[in-house]
């Protein structure tokens, strides 16, 4: 079964550092990658995608995310972080074809300190 | 455009009981899922239909069962509740069919006492 890693469950972090986010999935086929993002009292939203092309994808407000197919990583970054990044991030997965079935990592809470 | 919409958005149950959980997914969106939240466990996949046929199930009991309408809206039933059954529960739309984007509603928070 297809399962995603997150290795930091808590990041703290001051206005203007740089992040990065770690996701590792474990699934030898294709797949599609996702990170989400929920703000506090929000709804999940997406961040950015992969499905295929050029493996730098670019998200909203400034995130970007890497797909390393060797390495089966998709790791979130910013280089600098604002307050108003406070909120839990999420890295999924979906095998091509699979239908639309999310396997979420447990998530990152990232909370930024002024 | 509408959201997705999740009705209601607070329940409150006592075990043994059963609820109805309802998604309206965005508008000419055919793909409704739906994610169990919690603490513990993270956000899990319960099922998805896709023009009112369930094309995929997560691993979870019986219990949990979901059906989608022809306007593609959907209902989530929980029977015979559990304490553990407590949790946030997001239903998720998407257009096109396969490996699309799911866009996510505010869920409806299900508290079993």
């Known amino acids: 079964a297809q399962s995603v890693s997150q290795h930091n469950h808590h990041v703290i972090l001051s206005e203007a550092a740089s992040l990065e986010l770690g996701c590792n999935y474990s699934?030898?086929?294709?797949?599609?990658l996702f990170w989400y993002v929920q703000y506090p009292g929000q709804h999940l939203q997406l961040l950015l995608k992969?499905?295929?092309?050029?493996?730098l994808v670019k998200g909203i407000k400034g995130f970007e995310a890497e797909f390393i197919k060797s390495k089966f990583s998709f790791n979130l970054r910013k280089p600098s972080v604002q307050w108003s990044d406070t909120a839990e991030y999420f890295c999924?997965?979906?095998?091509?074809?699979?239908?639309?079935?999310?396997?979420f990592g447990t998530g990152t809470q990232l909370k930024v300190e002024l | 455009k509408a959201g997705v919409t999740q009705t209601p958005r607070y329940l409150i149950k006592t075990r043994g009981q059963q609820v109805t959980l309802s998604c309206s997914p965005i508008?000419?969106?055919?793909?409704v899922s739906w994610y169990q939240q919690t603490p513990g466990q993270g956000l899990q996949f319960l099922f998805e239909?896709?023009?009112?046929?369930?094309?995929n199930k997560g691993n979870f009991p019986g219990r949990f069962s979901g059906r989608q309408f022809s306007n593609s809206r959907s209902e989530m039933n929980v029977s015979t509740l559990e304490l553990g059954d407590s949790a946030l529960y997001l239903c998720?739309?998407?257009?096109?069919?396969?490996?699309?984007?799911?866009?996510f509603g505010q869920g409806t928070r299900l508290t079993v006492v």
């Open positions: 508008s000419g969106h055919r793909s």
């Open positions: 699934y030898g086929g294709t797949v599609n």
């Open positions: 999924a997965v979906i095998l091509t074809g699979g239908g639309n079935k999310l396997t």
């Open positions: 992969y499905f295929s092309g050029d493996p």
């Open positions: 239909y896709f023009s009112e046929t369930q094309r």
């Open positions: 998720a739309s998407g257009d096109r069919g396969l490996n699309t984007e799911a866009f």
